[in-house]
């Protein structure tokens, strides 16, 4: 036996982060060509977006796919963000897990230091040739250019070459990429991501040259940037015994209780002694002297203390008004609506659900609605079957809100939903971050938005179907109106003439009130001040509904 011992002895060696991502890359969103055209698009635009907004600069940014034929595609990304400072560009763009925001409990688009890189990394394994990057921080600094390659075994950067050029731009970084892909419009295509981007992030300006050599304009519909995150701390109910095992190894702090209230959000002096009374352990003993069992008894005394929820001022959701706003620009209806939820915890972290609607115009009616799902401002174009957003639509009843569906399906009718979860650490379901986990509290949260912005949609829906019944009611009546004043005048012995007029009054008001009603294209939303004679025909037909 030790012979074999010995013999898989010599096999066994480290696995660099890069070689396992090498033979992986389905996990990091390229498991297919086509997919892989929309990926480093996205790891590119998402760094610009993120970038942009820390250094609170109104993102200008130029997405440029060129088809160079035989499945082969040159993206080039520009932003005029605030750029990389020299001595970091290499690691950026050729390490896998390094970036700035993997250990900020901040909320970003980017969490875990790996996409850039792994762009890269995809760009170098199918054309074999290097990124090419150009950085400039500011108009007194040159314009840094590097061509790098990654070295897999090493996970480190290799220098390709390194120059300083001059760059018009006063700051910004620009991306140039070679990658094997193909090129498809359509739902999951860089077209549908780019304009997904524009709903959700009104304050950027995106323009796409496409492989076909058109070029799309997304302008921006505000010049408000998003109010910046703050960071905040670990809150104790979302850290897992590792985690606090790593915290109580690394901390500073000389005392258990000086650690649990200087790393943790919602523990003061007194919360801190609950915990220490609850877990069995003295608030003075050192961390570094903490075995296992200790870590075991405070995870307990967390579990036993009541603990005040995180704060929830460090999430940012873009608001219904906005999210709204960027659903108008980008599709045509005829009722818009939105709300935002109230903050909430899954995990101890913090999060918020809003979602918009759009029901009408020109889309198909006879067809399942759309799904838009969005992440930290981040369309979600994978994985849709598997995302706490669509089982949350799923699993509502769509037909009080007027709309068809079977069981277990999604509702089909002329409607658009667009569901954001805005998080300091949305639970993605792998690294290709493509899905939302069903975290229960995740779950309840979109149902009860989904349904808030359903009763509105179900009234409007519902309205409209009054009017278009009443329609064919007075079409049908139109028709008669000659015969019937004939036949009662006969039987009644009247003037036929003053029969017909009174008969064509009533019509006439019946009429009045369609026009009022049917397929009017005004928007209905709780930002928006309604006029107060539809307020109280909306409140007659709600009354109408219930009365049936
Ligand atoms: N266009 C850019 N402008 C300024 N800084 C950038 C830009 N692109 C990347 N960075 C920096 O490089 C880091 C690494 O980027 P990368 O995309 O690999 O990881 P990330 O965005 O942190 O997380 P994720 O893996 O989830 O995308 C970022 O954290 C950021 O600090
Ligand atoms: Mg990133």
């Known amino acids: 036996m030790s012979v074999i011992a010995e013999e898989l002895a010599k096999k066994q060696r480290e696995v660099s982060v890069a070689e396992f991502f090498e033979r992986n890359r389905h996990l990091l969103g390229f498991d297919n060509k086509r997919k892989a055209l929309l990926t480093v698009v996205k790891e590119a635009v998402d760094n610009a977006l993120d970038a942009c907004e820390e250094a609170r600069i109104l993102p200008d940014i130029s997405v440029e796919v060129i088809d160079m034929t035989n499945d082969r595609f040159r993206i080039i990304v520009e932003d005029n963000g605030p750029g990389i400072v020299k001595k970091n560009i290499p690691n950026v763009f050729a390490k896998l897990l390094y970036g700035s925001k993997f ?38 600094h040159p314009a840094e250019y590097f061509e790098l390659h990654l070295d897999t075994q090493k996970n480190a950067p290799e220098i390709v070459k390194e120059e300083q050029k001059v760059w018009k731009k006063e700051h910004g970084v620009k991306i ?34 496409s492989p076909k050599a058109e070029q799309l304009v997304f302008p921006r519909a505000t ?4 109010i910046q995150p703050h960071e905040i701390k670990p809150h104790p109910e979302g850290v897992e015994l590792g985690r606090m095992q790593k915290m109580l190894k690394f901390t500073e702090s ?14 003061g002096p007194n919360t801190a002694k609950e915990i220490c009374q609850n877990a069995t352990l003295l608030p003075q003993m050192k961390p570094s002297d903490m075995q296992l069992a200790d870590m075991e008894k405070l995870m307990d005394g967390i579990t036993k203390t009541k603990i005040m929820a995180p704060p929830t001022d460090c999430v940012v959701p873009i608001g219904a008004d906005l999210l709204e706003k960027g659903l108008k620009k980008e599709i045509a209806a005829e009722f818009y609506t939105s709300v935002t939820r109230s903050p909430s915890v899954y995990r101890g972290t913090p999060f918020v659900v809003e979602i918009a609607l759009a029901y009408g115009g020109a889309q198909p009616a006879d067809q399942s609605i759309t799904v838009l799902r969005f992440a930290n401002r981040v369309p979600l174009l994978y994985q849709q079957s598997a995302c706490a957003s669509f089982k949350s639509v799923l699993g509502i009843n769509w037909k009080p809100y007027g709309l068809q569906q079977s069981q277990g399906a999604l509702p089909s009718g002329p409607l658009t939903i667009a569901v954001h979860l805005a998080s300091v650490w949305p639970p993605f379901t792998s690294e290709a971050k493509e899905a939302i986990a069903h975290y229960p509290e995740i779950v309840k949260e979109m149902k009860l938005a989904l349904q808030e912005c359903g009763r509105k949609l ?27 004043a004939a036949s009662v005048a006969e039987l009644a012995g009247e003037k036929k003439e003053k029969l017909l007029e009174s008969l064509q009054k009533m019509l006439a008001k019946n009429k009045e009130f369609i026009a009022k009603h049917k397929g009017q294209e005004v928007t209905e939303n709780k930002h928006e001040k309604k006029d107060a004679e539809d307020q109280v025909s909306l409140k007659r037909f709600a009354e109408r509904d219930d009365n049936d």
């Open 103 to 140: 250990h900020a409990m901040k909320q970003s688009r980017g969490q875990q230091g790996i996409g850039i890189s792994a762009a890269v990394l995809y760009a170098q394994l199918t054309t074999g040739r290097p990124a090419k990057i150009t950085s400039k921080i500011s108009k007194d």
């Open 176 to 209: 140039e990429l070679d990658i094997s892909a193909t090129y498809q419009k359509g739902d999951q295509s860089v077209d549908t991501y780019l304009k997904e981007t524009a709903i959700v992030n009104p304050h950027a300006t995106i323009i796409y040259t």
């Open 223 to 226: 010049d408000k940037l998003p």
């Open 254 to 267: 000389r005392t258990l209780q000086s650690f649990l209230t200087n790393e943790f959000s919602r523990v």
């Open 458 to 484: 179900g009234l409007y829906v519902n309205k409209k179907r009054r009017a278009q019944e009443e329609q064919e009611r007075v079409n049908i009546f139109e028709v008669y109106i000659p015969e019937v």
